[in-house]
């Protein structure tokens, strides 16, 4: 597995590939969620590509920028035992100059659900996938359904700057009792963590009253409550694969989100039906 550290020598690598070139970004930490990407990415693709950047603009001050999970030996290892052809570990100063264009979230949609609890996140987001795209080379990119508003912007992003990559939204990858995989699980101690099966517990009970014949996000939303009555719920939104806000469920363009709160940290789960 060849590792890069410079932009222009990674790029430089990307563009002379020969065949298509399937590309995880991430922040590292690496887990299951990621590798399921990586797999997904090396069965449809010539050649897989992994970047590692925890991107400090899409954290607001005050966030857990400087204690977010950092284990490069660890995620390097995974990734060659992956099958992963390069991996792309950049510094701050390959990424950003100190004054330069930025990609904006858009103002409607990069600003609800996660937008609005962390305004200005999206637009940190979108920049550096927009520079991380350009770099690898992608012809397709992997990304997560469990960041759902991030999926979204980022294929609207690509289609409205006429972007030549194929966006990939891939499955929410789950452990055992239903928690969703995220590098921010580790700062949840086991009582948290048994706490947090009530966000999930709360999507699979929607997700049973849909598979019951149950429309009425009200209805739902209630019984959701219930499940996730000992949490501190930011939001459960119920909307369509454009973010826009339902009032009923569609079948095959919903998406119930929830956010909360257990400690310290903050969890989002959501279900696309
Ligand atoms: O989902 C993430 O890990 C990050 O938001 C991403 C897409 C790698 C951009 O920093």
Redesign the pocket.
């Known amino acids: 597995m060849k590792i890069f550290h410079s932009a222009k020598e990674f790029k430089n690598y990307t563009k002379n590939l020969r065949g298509s070139i399937g590309f995880v970004?991430?922040?590292g930490a690496l887990h299951d969620g990621h590798m399921s990407l990586v797999r997904r990415a090396k069965e449809e693709n010539d050649f897989c590509v992994v970047?590692i950047?925890v991107?400090p603009t899409?954290f607001l001050p005050g966030e857990d920028l400087s204690k977010y999970p950092r284990r490069i030996e660890a995620d390097t290892k995974l990734c060659e035992l992956a099958g992963v052809d390069a991996l792309f570990l950049p510094t701050l100063e390959e990424m950003y100059e100190e004054d330069e264009p930025s990609i904006k979230a858009p103002k409607i949609n990069g600003y609800v659900l996660e937008g609005f609890v962390r305004p200005g996140h999206f637009d940190g987001?979108l920049t550096?996938?927009m520079k991380?795209l350009n770099i690898s080379s992608a012809t397709k990119a992997y990304?997560?359904q469990k960041?759902a508003q991030?999926l979204i912007l980022?294929e609207q992003m690509v289609k409205r700057y006429f972007m030549d990559v194929e966006i990939v939204a891939c499955p929410t990858i789950r452990e055992k009792e239903g928690l969703a995989m995220s590098s921010r699980n580790v700062y949840l101690d086991e009582e948290q963590k048994k706490a947090s099966l009530a966000i999930s517990k709360s999507l699979f009970a929607a997700g049973t009253m849909v598979g019951a014949g149950e429309l009425d996000t009200a209805k739902i939303e209630a019984r959701m409550r219930e499940e996730l009555a000992g949490l501190d719920v930011e939001y459960i939104t119920f909307c369509d694969r454009n973010l826009g806000k339902q009032e009923k469920i569609e079948l095959k363009n919903s998406i119930v989100l929830v956010a909360a709160k257990v400690g310290a940290t903050r969890l989002i789960d959501n279900i696309w039906i």
């Open positions: 970004p991430t922040m970047s950047f991107n899409q987001v550096v996938v991380l990304f997560g960041d991030q980022i």
